[in-house]
């Protein structure tokens, strides 16, 4: 079977990349409905090897399909997902609109496959600092039980949009340059304070919230619990904005249960999951790194060591291409399992 699938966000950094791995996987395709902004409409994306026109996104440009792979903001997703899901479409939403919905299962493939089945429509796709951890921390999870997890990001600039890529590449040569760095975009674009992130870090990703936390931290939090389905997990963030363009990076430290776990134990345990790759050899200096993943769809792990201190903690580094296991390869990952479960698209 061939099913009509449409790209909402088709021109963004996720909305490439969205088309870049339903390439690659070969996804069933009949037709590509390519959804933009006014702005973009009749400007063309190239889909294995033809030009398709790019759809203004308004409700009826869903009619006709099968899945909708939404990557437009937020905003958009709360306007349209559900005009797409009452023309009979399934809608796999990478924002935040509906994470946390008890009606919409938020969706790792790789840690809570059968949450797809329970969809009335729409899946949520986490925010990408989340799903590399979740993927990482699943199998530890499933073997020794997760009592409490401490996470803290160092998260390229690209998970901000194509405009933070420009305004790094900008305030990079202007510093050099000994000129004074422009800032327009980052922490936040909308906040009235902007500072240089070349050169530099920013500890605020996102909003902040009443309880001091941003709301980058919240997601990473709450989503965790909700994938997890853990209400009683205890989890804490920070997350930091660091100068380079794509992947994100984290150092997670974890409590688990059980008796003297060495670090082998736990290496053995992600060694050979799927979508995990043990890069962990300090004899021979191999961690993973931002470059390193970048353009890959794994979730990479390395650094793991016992904390000194608490019996079962441990520290470990990961890695991930935050626009490809972050966001688009997870969203064409949830849609392909949709097409092969039973019952799945309905
Ligand atoms: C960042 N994690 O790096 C964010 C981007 O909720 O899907 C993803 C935002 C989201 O800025």
Request: with cysteine.
């Amino acid at each position: 079977k061939q099913y009509h699938v449409a790209v909402v966000g088709v021109t963004g950094a996720v909305g490439q990349k969205m088309l870049g791995m339903l390439e690659q996987i070969d996804f069933p395709v009949e037709k590509l409905y390519p959804l933009a902004s006014k702005r973009s409409a009749g400007k063309t994306v190239t889909f294995k090897g033809e030009s398709v026109e790019i759809i203004e996104a308004t409700p009826d440009a869903f009619e006709g399909v099968d899945i909708a792979l939404f990557s437009a903001g937020g905003s958009v997703s709360k306007q349209l997902a559900h005009e797409a899901v009452q023309r009979g479409a399934v809608v796999v939403d990478n924002t935040s609109a509906f994470r946390m919905d008890p009606e919409v299962p938020l969706v790792v493939p790789e840690v809570n496959p059968e949450d797809i089945q329970k969809h009335k429509g729409i899946i949520a796709n986490p925010n990408c600092s989340t799903i590399q951890m979740v993927v990482a921390l699943e199998p530890i999870r499933q073997k020794y039980g997760l009592n409490r997890v401490i996470v803290s990001t160092y998260q390229s600039v690209s998970g901000a949009g194509n405009d933070a890529v420009e305004e790094l590449k900008d305030q990079s040569q202007a510093l050099l340059n000994g000129e004074d760095p422009e800032t327009n975009i980052l922490p936040v674009k909308s906040e009235p304070n902007h500072y240089p992130i070349a050169f530099n870090a920013l500890p605020q990703i996102d909003v902040f919230e009443d309880n001091h936390y941003t709301f980058e931290e919240m997601k990473m939090i709450n989503e965790t619990k909700k994938i997890m389905h853990d209400s009683e997990l205890k989890v804490a963030a920070t997350c930091v904005r660091l100068p380079f363009f794509y992947s994100h990076a984290e150092s997670i430290y974890i409590e688990i249960d059980g008796d003297d776990i060495s670090i082998e134990d736990l290496q053995n345990t992600l060694k050979d999951q799927p979508g995990v790759v043990l890069e962990d050899d300090i004899n021979n200096q191999v961690y993973p790194t931002p470059l390193s993943a970048e353009g890959k769809t794994d979730v990479f792990v390395g650094r793991i060591r016992k904390d000194l201190d608490v019996a079962n903690g441990f520290h470990f580094w990961v890695v991930s291409d935050n626009l490809l296991k972050g966001a688009a390869w997870n969203s064409v990952q949830i849609a392909q399992q949709l097409i092969q479960q039973p019952g799945g698209l309905k």
